[in-house]
């Protein structure tokens, strides 16, 4: 997985595929960004539906668990008004050994004008998005490559948050607020496509990345990211602004890659006494779903410098900009 | 995004050509405020009336209309500015238009709500704009008022206030601003 993976450079997303945030200039994010700010106005609204893709169809295919990202897919899709067609692949012909392409076919006969997916093999996204080149595709997770739009939310969140405190909206900012930023991101890069997401927006809007994590859990090619890996993780935590911490996959079995949950924890999580060391004003995130008291103490995550639900509620708005712009952009190309 | 009342003709529209100006600022303000006591004269309870400026061009317009009915009728009137991107019905042909904020802090049932733009064209704009506004209620009655009326309707629309009456060819372009109405056309891009 060499950080150059794609040789592909997007500057807009409008009518393209949304697969991962490496090919994605600072100007295609800020696009996403500023258009997410129309859509929180909207999610303000007593009537937060708008017609924009009426008579459209997304389908929402989920090859892998998912509670936030699939409901915030599918609320932000309905308050953009398209019809969803949602696939609960445990009850679908996959469990009858139905292939990936031969389940996309079925789906793609109804008429359909995006996917969104989420599967356990990187590069699934990709794939799917060769099968039908017709449909939009929207990664919402594949394996351990990217998660484009969680990059995106927690991109527009920090932005959100910081220009607030200047009382300025976000698109007023633009991305001078990611100058120098110092983001420190804590825990299992490894097996993280949000930290591969993250990092990609972080970076492509000139924030100063760095990570910590065991040596366990950090992938072989970190070197060739454009981030530092942090020797003394107490030191970097009193250095950020912003703390982005990672959930430990057990699903993955990162279990096995360190000696027990509890050295992992006085190691790198984020404890009560470290949490005290932070820069009084630096932002705590979590993409979810927390392991209380793994990476993240309880009473930390609770705190109010802490932005996890705000990274929550930020996730409709960014799906509805990217839905908006790669589905409603399209059609002059496609018809 | 901040409007700013000033803006200059090129900043408009960096693709308009300028052959005249037809309205000085003064103009401009002499029409709306002919415009503010047509409103009052139509409207008893200007109070209950909230003004509704449609983005971009009609919000620096209808900040402006506010402001000179509360002068006039000596009562605060609410005003507010709608984008209405996602109900254009020309998504199909010009797709995904960066949307603009909208701020309506009102209720709108049972209120007076007067659209303002710029310039009346096709309708197509406060066709989708009256679409928007039952997402804040039902109000009491709709009023349409803008700048310019340029003729070329394609939608059953019509305004009920308006600042200058200018008959265009479809060749023809009009930028209309607080500080000032100008005819010209668009760079073939």
């Known amino acids: 997985m060499d950080w150059l993976e794609g040789t592909i450079v997007i500057t807009s997303i409008r009518g393209k595929n949304l697969l991962s945030l490496n090919e994605l200039t600072k100007q295609a994010i800020l696009e996403v960004l500023d258009v997410a700010e129309a859509f929180v106005e909207v999610n303000r609204r007593t009537i937060k539906k708008v017609p924009a893709l009426k008579g459209r169809v997304i389908a929402s295919l989920f090859f892998e668990e998912s509670t936030r990202t699939r409901l915030s897919f599918e609320t932000a899709a309905k308050r953009l008004s398209a019809d969803v067609l949602s696939l609960a692949v445990a009850s679908s012909s996959m469990k009858k050994g139905e292939s990936l392409r031969d389940t996309i076919a079925t789906v793609d006969a109804l008429g359909i004008d995006a996917v969104v997916m989420r599967h356990q093999s990187s590069g699934a996204a990709l794939q799917v998005s060769r099968y039908v080149p017709h449909v939009r595709v929207i990664n919402a997770g594949d394996g351990l490559h990217q998660h484009p739009t969680q990059g995106l939310l927690d991109a527009f969140t920090i932005r959100q948050v910081l220009a607030e405190r200047n009382g300025a909206t976000g698109t007023e900012t633009g991305s001078e607020l990611f100058e120098g930023l110092r983001i420190l991101i804590v825990g299992d890069v490894r097996h993280s496509r949000v930290a591969r997401s993250n990092i990609a927006a972080y970076v492509a809007l000139g924030a100063d990345v760095r990570v910590a994590a065991p040596g366990t859990l950090l992938p072989e090619c970190v070197s060739d990211w454009p981030v530092t890996v942090v020797d003394d993780i107490d030191e970097a935590i009193a250095w950020a602004d912003v703390v982005g911490l990672l959930r430990l996959q057990r699903e993955r079995g990162s279990g096995s890659f360190v000696p027990t949950l509890s050295e992992f924890t006085s190691a790198f999580g984020l404890t009560v006494e470290r949490a005290r060391t932070m820069r009084p004003d630096a932002l705590i995130m979590h993409p979810g779903p927390m392991n209380r008291g793994i990476e993240i103490d309880s009473v930390v995550a609770d705190r109010s410098s802490a932005v996890i639900e705000r990274q929550v509620q930020n996730g409709v708005p960014i799906r509805m900009a990217v839905l908006y712009l790669s589905v409603v952009g399209s059609v002059e190309e496609s018809q | ?189």
């Not at chain 2, 930028?175 to 005819?183: E, K, L, R």
């Open chain 2, 1 to 189: 995004m901040a409007e700013s009342s000033f803006r200059s003709v090129t900043s408009h529209d960096p693709s308009f050509i300028a052959r005249s100006q037809l309205l000085s600022s003064d103009d401009v303000a002499r029409a709306l405020r002919r415009m503010a006591h047509e409103v009052i004269e139509h409207n008893a309870d200007v109070d209950e009336s909230v003004i509704i400026g449609l983005q971009s061009g009609g919000v620096a317009f209808a900040n402006q209309l506010a402001l000179v009915l509360g002068e006039i009728s000596g009562h605060a009137i609410r005003s507010g500015q709608l984008d209405v991107a996602f109900y254009r019905d020309d998504l199909l042909r010009n797709p995904a238009p960066r949307p603009a904020s909208t701020s309506i802090n009102v209720d709108l049932t049972n209120q007076i709500v007067i659209l303002v733009d710029d310039v009346l064209f096709t309708g197509r704009t406060v066709r989708a704009a009256l679409n928007a506004l039952t997402d804040w209620g039902r109000p009491r009655a709709v009023q349409l008022a803008v700048m310019v009326d340029r003729g070329h309707r394609e939608l059953p629309i019509r305004p009920d206030f308006v600042g200058k009456n200018l008959p265009t060819s479809l060749e023809e372009a009009i930028v209309a601003t607080v500080d000032g109405v100008w005819i010209g056309s668009k760079a073939p891009s």
